[in-house]
């Protein structure tokens, strides 16, 4: 039964899921249930020069370490929160004369971490790591392959100096990250630019339909004196109303996918096999790949399977085209595929919903608002169909298609979408993270506009001109390839 009590969750043992939390009393929709600071965190290999390794944040200009010639800072005071990490990793990267990988970066970090502090790092940690399961044995061939590669490259690079540990307990902490490293965002939550290890969200188990969302919070690090720093940490937040003793879930793969898949990832990624109420029942599947109804009308199933199939192809050839950054190429492959098959599937086929999705997105960055504005707004209605309301990824999508709206000058659709990925984000993400304060100015941005358009259209549009011309409102990046999204909470190896 109980084993720990923290003063909002208690540990218990799970039904054919081992351990697992659930809630100690009630909590509401958007209440943080609990925040931890992370064990140990490291940023991405590919990302190594453009993110600062102590505040995580994507800058422009960054100081590099003098002495390792790797790990780079925002400044003087982002060097100076980050050293207590970096600085048995400096002087062995030094020795070593080269950067070993990010899962080994990760476990030397990890166990220079728990050498200092003992196995229980702070008075809130519910698990120690030897608790954690770390799936070894459910690896496949060429997964332990890599493994042993890893560590026989960890051994070479950790330093004689160093706490000596062997070769099963530096196995156990690679199989802990392989199956429970969290991803962890830059300062906006818009790219994935890091992984770390934060013990007690390894407890907080998976269902596809969770009542629960985890994201980062940065903290606070623009004080000068580092004392006044607050911690990199994550929030577990409630997405709506928990009774006392309910379970904690969070999901761990994307919704989105149909149930067989999100099944196949769970035991693949995860060594699973998931028995929630979605996966079961299948509920939603036949919506992800329905046909459209007209006037009662719906297309055979014939029909529906040769335009999913024909979909299905042309998304391949369109995420080539933009991996190619041929964006031209990608909008005609997109509108030849939407053509065909619009009339016959649902608003709700995840096919037609991605094909809408990157449509969207290329045609924004191409300057065709209007048309962006329009796919932008059937992929929110599609989402909002599939997804539940208080989701992340459906705040995200709407707030998108506020700003492509506002951008196209409808400042009706613009407003309302902005109010409703506010209402979703207040939830999800809470009043204190940058993109929900981005969004906030926005509300009370395009609440102001909303106003004068109605009061006189033509005197809006004439001042909106002006305004765009000296400072238009960017938020609309270079399309980036599908696999750069942050799809799922939880990190695993290439």
């Given at each position: ?66 002495q ?8 003087r005071?982002?060097?100076r ?16 004369g080269?950067?070993?990988n990010e ?14 502090d ?14 954690l ?12 392959k ?7 490259n ?20 690679f ?8 991803s ?95 996966c ?22 014939e ?42 599937l ?32 059937k ?22 298609a ?9 400042i ?18 809470g ?19 909303l ?20 400072k ?13 999204g ?9």
């Amino acid at each position: 039964m109980c084993t720990l009590i923290m003063e909002n969750v208690v540990i218990f043992d799970s039904p054919g899921k081992g351990r697992g939390l659930k809630a100690a009393k009630e909590f509401w929709a958007g209440d943080v249930i609990f925040s931890e600071a992370s064990l140990a965190a490291v940023v991405f290999d590919s990302l190594a020069e453009r993110v600062c390794h102590s505040c995580f944040r994507r800058q422009e200009k960054l100081q590099r370490c003098g002495q390792c010639k790797f790990v780079h800072y925002c400044d003087r005071t982002c060097q100076r929160a980050g050293w207590a990490e970096h600085k048995q990793e400096c002087s062995a990267i030094k020795a070593y004369g080269k950067v070993p990988n990010e899962n080994i970066r990760l476990v030397a970090r990890i166990l220079w971490r728990l050498d200092k502090d003992g196995s229980t790092v702070s008075d809130m940690q519910l698990t120690t790591l030897d608790e954690l399961e770390d799936h070894i044995t459910d690896m496949q061939e060429d997964e332990l392959k890599e493994l042993k590669v890893d560590i026989h490259n960890f051994l070479d690079f950790w330093p004689r100096t160093s706490k000596q540990h062997t070769v099963d307990d530096i196995s156990h902490i690679f199989g802990v990250i392989n199956c429970n490293g969290f991803s962890v965002s830059d300062q906006r939550g818009l790219q994935a630019v890091g992984v770390g290890l934060f013990p007690n969200l390894c407890l907080v188990n998976h269902d596809c339909w969770p009542n629960c969302t985890v994201i980062l919070n940065h903290g606070n690090q623009s004080a000068v004196n580092t004392m006044f720093h607050s911690q990199r940490r994550i929030e577990l937040r409630s997405l709506g109303k928990i009774a006392e003793g309910e379970e904690l879930t969070v999901a761990y793969v994307d919704y989105m996918n149909l149930s067989e898949e999100r099944q196949r990832l769970l035991k693949t990624q995860y060594f699973f096999d998931c028995t929630c109420e979605h996966c079961k029942n299948k509920i939603k599947d036949d919506i992800k790949l329905g046909g459209r109804e007209v006037d009662g009308v719906k297309p055979s199933e014939e029909q529906v399977k040769e335009a999913t199939d024909y979909c299905y192809q042309m998304l391949e050839k369109m995420d080539k085209a933009r991996l190619n950054g041929d964006y031209h190429e990608v909008v005609k492959i997109c509108r030849e595929c939407i053509e065909k098959t619009e009339p016959v599937l649902a608003e709700t086929h995840i096919y037609l919903l991605r094909m809408w999705s990157t449509m969207s997105e290329v045609q924004a960055y191409l300057q065709y608002l209007n048309d962006a504005a329009e796919y932008a707004r059937k992929m929110v209605e599609g989402y909002t169909k599939l997804y539940p309301p208080n989701n992340a990824t459906l705040g995200m999508a709407a707030m998108r298609a506020g700003v492509i709206h506002w951008q196209a000058g409808d400042i009706e659709v613009a407003h309302g979408m902005v109010c409703k990925a506010y209402a979703i984000l207040m939830v999800t993400h809470g009043p204190t993270h940058p993109i929900t304060k981005d969004l906030e100015a926005m509300r009370v941005q395009t609440e102001m506009e909303l106003r004068m358009f109605k009061q006189n259209e033509y005197v809006y549009h004439s001042m909106r001109e002006a305004a765009l011309k000296n400072k238009p409102m960017t938020m609309l990046h270079e399309p980036k390839s599908v696999e750069e999204g942050i799809k799922n909470l939880f990190h695993r190896r290439k």
